[in-house]
């Protein structure tokens, strides 16, 4: 069975749609039935789900005639009604009506009844119609070079005007919008998994939409990893409809899109990965070959190096890690950074060469230009959250892999911050901000902040607190401590015993001073 989007799409005047009134819940009612009526009375008699179709001398006497119509209409459960546009707008009050119903109130410029009526009465009785020419669309964009899966998934959604995503094992989309909860569509996609010669299925998605599923690389051998999902309208789409045919058309288009960039990549990625470990290994070491090697990838070795490391921080598990590091790679260069990323495993990495050292200007527009990459690749996958550090600048062969080592380290800074695409400079780094970043939260820092509690509970003055803090502060030197809070120092010598018979602590263990300062850092 049809529904009224669907044959709206179909029949309707360009610029109708725009106009239609009813509602988006209106467009996904299903039509079963099309009748032309020639007195308001008849719709009444009309079945449920029928679409009515409306001369224009049947509601001449206005918008009363017409708001009349719609009551009685609702009354039959009519899912969408079709006059002539006449003049002028429809007034507001007949507009909320009709959405107030959910019927849809299509005006169609000069109607035919007679023309309009065996229209769609050929397409109610022959739903599989409606979709040849989505099809015939789906095969041919989805023929084209794209950039990244994420446009794939753009394309489709354009052709197939419903909601489309590249969707993971767990449920959630690689790329494209939530089509329903996560752990529904998980379980419902493991079911499918197993199933031998598994072609598409509908899975129900509510009381008014379903998903329909097919796997989105389906030329790989064993369970799907990926899949590719619409959302629809209730009643629009059966396991033989056009959009599952239109989505088994795009697997394989995604199937070909993936297997070539990933063959094209680990190629390149495994050349350019050996040379690199060689280059790290040699330090400023290097032979003529290994310049002219660099050199045929598209690096320089003698100048000065500032290295970035990226990770994804996310669970794409499920995606190839060549589509993420074509995206990047291309995302990089159009945000005027050239470069060959590599992926090493841990960190996907690479390196801008400068002929001299370059100054805060040049690092700064480094920094925007990676977090403009950052934030384009994450526009395509929603759930990736990209990190990024950048390195200190370092001459010679040997200053790749020290910028490596540093950019590493401003990495693991980044991602212990929160944000969509944080990148980080290994030279705005500090002690202060790290342990800033990386104090506990949550059940942890309550643990934490906690551990002077007994302190505070026996010692409400705080002298204590001040005493401990100062000690801390003064690297466990009893006389300075004495010096800084103006005390003896057999005062400070007391009450270290008094706060380590409270703390059960040993206060000559670095694990145990360091969790005491970030408890006092937690804690006024």
């Known amino acids: 069975m049809v529904n009224v989007r669907a044959i709206v799409e179909t029949f ?76 002028g707008e429809l007034p507001s009050p007949t507009r909320r009506l009709a959405e107030r119903f959910q019927i849809a109130l299509w005006r169609e410029p000069g109607l035919d009844p007679g023309r309009l009526r065996s229209d769609i009465e050929r397409l109610v009785q022959n739903p599989e119609l409606v979709g040849v020419g989505v099809v015939r669309a789906v095969s041919e964009v989805m023929l084209r070079p794209a950039r990244d899966v994420g446009e794939l998934v753009d394309r489709l959604a354009q052709v197939i005007a419903f909601p489309v995503a590249l969707i993971g094992l767990d449920g959630h989309p690689i790329a494209g919008p939530m089509l329903a909860p996560a752990d529904d569509l998980a379980r419902a996609l493991h079911s499918f998994g197993g199933q031998a010669g598994f072609r598409g299925a509908v899975v129900e998605g509510g009381t008014r939409e379903s998903i329909v599923v097919v796997a989105g690389f389906p030329l790989a051998a064993g369970r799907p990893r990926l899949w590719l999902g619409a959302r629809v309208p209730y009643g629009l789409d059966a396991p033989s409809g056009h959009i599952l045919t239109s989505l088994r058309i795009a697997s394989l288009a995604f199937s070909a899109h993936l297997a070539q960039t990933s063959l094209a990549y680990e190629r390149e990625n495994r050349e350019a990965g050996a040379l690199l470990d060689e280059l790290l290994r040699k330090g400023d070491d290097v032979a003529l070959a290994d310049i002219e090697r660099a050199a045929a990838l598209g690096w320089q070795l003698v100048g000065w190096h500032v290295a970035v490391q990226v990770g994804a921080g996310s669970g794409l598990a499920d995606l190839p890690s060549a589509a993420l590091a074509r995206s990047l790679t291309q995302a990089l260069r159009a945000n005027s950074v050239p470069a060959q990323p590599v992926d090493t495993g841990r960190a996907v990495v690479f ?105 505070r509970d026996a010692d409400p003055t705080g002298q204590l607190i001040a005493t401990l803090r100062t000690f801390l502060d003064s690297e466990s030197n009893v006389s300075k401590t004495a010096t800084v809070l103006h005390i003896h120092r057999n005062t400070v010598i007391q009450r270290l015993q008094r706060i380590r018979s409270l703390l059960d602590v040993d206060l000559d263990d670095p694990g145990d001073r360091l969790a005491l300062r970030l408890a006092l850092r937690l804690t006024p």
């Open 12 to 87: 309707a005047s360009p610029g109708v749609r725009d106009t239609l009134s009813g509602g988006d819940a209106a467009l996904g009612r299903p039509v079963g039935a099309v009748a032309i009526v020639f007195r308001i009375e008849e719709v009444e008699t009309q079945r449920p789900g029928s679409l009515v179709i409306v001369p224009r001398e049947v509601v001449a006497s206005g918008d009363v005639a017409l708001d009349l119509l719609l009551r009685r209409a609702a009354a039959a459960r009519v899912s969408c009604v079709v006059v002539d546009a006449g003049t």
């Open 351 to 455: 390196w801008t060469t400068t002929t001299a050292a370059p100054d805060a200007e040049q690092l700064a527009l480094l920094a925007g230009g990676v977090r403009a990459a950052l934030e384009e690749v994450a526009r395509g996958y929603p759930r990736l959250r990209p990190r990024a550090g950048i390195g200190d600048p370092h001459e010679g062969p040997g200053g790749i892999a020290l910028s490596l080592d540093d950019a590493r380290h401003a990495l693991a800074f980044a991602e212990s911050q929160q944000g969509r695409a944080v990148v980080q400079r290994s030279a705005t780094m500090t002690a202060n901000r790290l342990v800033r970043t990386w104090l506990p939260e949550g059940a942890a820092r309550d643990v934490v902040a906690s551990l002077t509690d007994p302190i």
